[in-house]
């Protein structure tokens, strides 16, 4: 598979990692599910990321996941989160994960890190570690990981490190950000990159305006995000913030602190993706009035896209 480039772009996919309702990792619904997202469009797939729950996760059973997803992937590309608190970790999984095809592999600050000099020169080290022939993603997410990005900073890190090819986005509000870190790329003081969205796709219709290349993020309808990033790109604005808005309730439905990925397992499940909703101990679960709630959701959006006319499934597809 080809090596991840600034050139990236389109919807890659954040994956939830399957799990049996006994906690033990569904490898059929891996397998599913990566199905699913190449037969619905997805350029790329992005596994054990925050919302893949790779905290909870042995570092053999991290591997195992990385390369059934990879194995599956046909010609999407596959990126890994390798985030780990020790720099042996993370070469290691990085290691294993080119090695059997990825991509790249995406990077997240751990939370201590609190001035810049500090951030700039984890990165630094966290680039060395894994080798600087391996293309890696930036994420920017302090709304969870508590560390903040100026685009300054970011430049530095891009500037310094040519194996970053990639920014995971996830600031809240960040679209000046985009807009900044553009002005860099036009004044010649930030070499090429590719900037790829998250935050459950909350902002993506304006985020593509401000200039971004994609999304990177998990919502239950993946079709939703490559529909406004191909809209957008189509200068088709109206489109896209008409089918945005449609799904937008359940999108901030989803974007809840602690119940976001109970929800979007659920949906999933419903979609007949993955065979059951379960996550790792510890995890919260949805409620009976939750699913109400979510069902009445589903409804909302069916109106408009049909998509979204869910039947209960019980399980997934075989």
Same mark, same amino acid.
């Given at each position: ?5 600034? $050139? ?8 939830? &990692? ?12 891996? *397998? ?35 390369k ?7 010609s ?17 999984l @990085?290691r294993? #994960? ?7 592999v995406?990077? +997240? ?5 609190? &001035? ?5 020169? !984890? ?9 600087? *022939? ?6 920017? !997410?302090?709304?969870?990981? #508590? ?8 430049? $530095? ?7 970053? /090819? ?12 985009i ?17 790829? &969205? ?16 994609? +999304?990177?993020?998990? !919502?239950?309808f993946?079709?939703?995000l490559?529909d /406004? ?10 489109? @896209? ?24 397992? !659920?949906v999933?499940?419903?979609?007949g /993706?993955?065979? #059951?909703?379960? %996550? ?9 009035? +939750? ?9 909302? /959006? ?10 209960? %499934?019980? #399980? +997934?597809?075989?």
């Amino acid at each position: 598979m080809a090596k991840l480039t600034h $050139k990236a772009e389109g919807t890659f996919a954040i994956a939830p &990692t399957p799990f049996h309702d006994d906690g033990r990792i569904d490898e059929t619904s891996i *397998d599913r599910l990566t199905d699913f997202y190449g037969e619905v469009g997805c350029d790329g797939v992005t596994v054990l990321g925050i919302l893949g729950e790779a905290p909870k996760l042995e570092a053999s059973e991290a591997e195992l996941v990385a390369k059934r997803f990879v194995k599956r992937a046909g010609s999407m590309q596959v990126i890994v989160g390798v985030s780990a608190p020790g720099f042996a970790a993370m070469r290691s999984l @990085a290691r294993a #994960s080119m090695d059997a095809g990825a991509a790249g592999v995406m990077i +997240a600050p751990p939370p201590n890190l609190r &001035t810049d000099d500090q951030i700039i020169g !984890y990165f630094k080290q966290a680039a060395e570690a894994i080798g600087s *022939d391996i293309p890696w993603v930036l994420q920017d !997410y302090p709304l969870t990981l #508590s560390v903040v990005f100026t685009p300054a900073v970011i430049r $530095k890190i891009v500037m310094d490190n040519p194996s970053c /090819v990639m920014l995971k986005h996830e600031d809240w509000p960040g679209l000046e950000k985009i807009s900044a870190l553009r002005a860099f790329q036009k004044d010649g003081s930030l070499r090429p990159l590719s900037i790829l &969205t998250g935050n459950g796709g909350l902002f993506l219709d304006f985020e593509m305006e401000r200039g971004a290349d994609g +999304a990177m993020t998990g !919502y239950a309808f993946p079709e939703l995000l490559i529909d /406004v990033v191909r809209l957008s790109k189509e200068a088709r604005r109206d489109a @896209a913030h008409d089918l945005f808005d449609a799904h937008l309730p359940l999108i901030r439905y989803e974007q809840q602190p602690g119940v976001g990925l109970a929800v979007r397992k !659920y949906v999933l499940q419903k979609r007949g /993706v993955i065979a #059951s909703s379960a %996550q790792r101990k510890p995890a919260s679960s949805l409620t009976a009035m +939750a699913k109400v709630e979510v069902d009445y959701l589903l409804t909302r /959006v069916a109106r408009v896209d049909r998509r979204a006319n869910l039947r209960p %499934q019980s #399980s +997934a597809a075989g």
